[in-house]
């Protein structure tokens, strides 16, 4: 009984910290783009904690019904990273662009819940063909693995040199984590993203490297509604925020199926549990809007995750992201939690992205991959990571709606893969 007992507390930690390490790396990489003060970013975090917690119970409970961990999207930290420079170049205040940003998040939240509410999620499930889910998630994982080596080497906000001491910290946990992922016995293998980050925040302690909680907070504090203000709309966002829900249903897709392949839990019919993920997200996107954060979606890297762990009960999964979402009114265990240094947890989850890359491949190498595939294949990466490598001011001629799209590399290889697919017949 105490053996099962043990297991059980340690699985709910082992998903509380995953639900933690998603959550507390992006809001840290936002508050650096948009040059948020230090309080504006512990309350975004504070915002984050409980809708990443109420968004991953909804979804376990009654969505899709599997232990995929919700978080910020790392696709729509991309759309924030090029709004914001096109901010910077436009003479746009932060604030406008925020705001923009929440009144995207509701339509895309709208057309997510229409999609899946309705059934017609499954007339666009044609679309995504094992190749299409495949190189979705190989370009998003490659996409971050840009902004999470980044957050490695400490270059968050307007740092331009990396702290090598940081730098060193994070890349052995990242060699920690895989190395116990793949050889780690019994125990040591199933909590090897826990035993990486307590590792790594123990030698940033041991290095003086720890930073301290604020002296006075109060004990309970609710999360504010609207915090960059009241959402905006614009026909640039409308265009962007359409085209993106594509984009959000093929990350829907990716997540469910990668979790299955490794958590075959669900025996329902593949329909019911797409309809529900779906619609639920379209409620997760309006709640993120409500309270000021990133999108959030069900992430992927879930199902490295399970793969590196084992965890696999949604029992645990589910109490993880109550304890996640109630913490949020308690302002000494947010400030506490966000001192998580963020190249630690940014090393966490590059290491689960490792996993996620196999994944990729192992689903587009579910169909042949005869001469057409690999052609579209290759067009989409090379134009995707291409777009990644280009200078800011390579789209600034033309018009900001197009900007939004154009700079994407992830939507626009997305909607590549999906486009050539669909019109390229054997």
Excluded at 177 to 185: E, M, N, V
Excluded at 220 to 242: C, H, N, Q, Y
Excluded at 380 to 409: K, R, T
Aim: proline share 4%.
């Amino acid at each position: 009984m105490n053996k099962k007992y043990f297991n059980t507390s340690f699985s709910i930690l082992q998903w509380f910290v995953f639900l933690l390490a998603n959550a507390i790396a992006l809001p840290i990489i936002i508050g650096g783009i948009f040059y948020l003060s230090i309080e504006d970013i512990s309350t975004l975090m504070q915002r984050t904690f409980l809708v990443v917690g109420v968004s991953s119970f909804i979804q376990a409970w009654f969505g899709h019904r599997y232990p995929i961990a919700d978080g910020p999207a790392g696709s729509w930290v991309s759309i924030f990273v090029i709004l914001g420079q096109v901010a910077m170049h436009q003479g746009q205040s932060a604030k406008d662009v925020l705001q923009l940003l929440e009144g995207g998040l509701i339509i895309a939240g709208i057309l997510l819940f229409v999609l899946g509410i309705t059934g017609l999620v499954h007339r666009i499930l044609r679309l995504f063909t094992p190749l299409v889910t495949g190189t979705f998630l190989l370009i998003l994982s490659l996409q971050l693995s840009g902004v999470l080596l980044k957050g490695m080497m400490g270059l968050q906000g307007a740092v331009t040199h990396p702290d090598y001491t940081t730098a060193t910290i994070a890349l052995f946990v990242f060699a920690l984590i895989t190395f116990l992922s793949i050889k780690g016995k019994g125990w040591m293998k199933s909590y090897a993203v826990l035993l990486g980050i307590s590792c790594g925040w123990l030698l940033y302690a041991v290095l003086g490297k720890s930073s301290h909680m604020p002296s006075h907070t109060p004990l309970v504090k609710l999360p504010e509604l609207f915090s960059w203000g009241t959402p905006r709309f614009d026909i640039g966002m409308t265009l962007t925020a359409t085209l993106f829900t594509f984009l959000l249903v093929a990350n829907t897709i990716a997540a469910i199926s990668a979790v299955k392949q490794v958590a075959p839990l669900s025996k329902e019919h593949e329909k019911q549990t797409l309809n529900r993920g779906v619609w639920v997200g379209g409620i997760s996107h309006i709640i993120s809007s409500l309270f000021s954060t990133i999108g959030i979606v069900p992430l992927p890297a879930s199902a490295g995750f399970i793969q590196l762990t084992g965890q696999k009960k949604v029992k645990s999964f589910l109490i993880a992201s109550l304890i996640l979402a109630g913490i949020s009114f308690i302002p000494s265990i947010v400030n506490f939690i966000s001192l998580l240094p963020g190249p630690i947890a940014n090393a966490a989850l590059l290491a689960t992205f490792v996993q996620v890359i196999g994944i990729s491949f192992q689903s587009i190498l579910r169909e042949e991959l005869n001469q057409r595939r690999l052609t579209i294949l290759g067009i989409s990466l090379l134009i995707s990571l291409g777009i990644m490598f280009l200078p800011e001011s390579a789209f600034s001629g033309i018009p900001s709606s197009l900007q939004y799209v154009l700079s994407n590399g992830l939507l626009v290889g997305t909607m590549l893969v999906i486009l050539l697919e669909q019109f390229w017949k054997e």
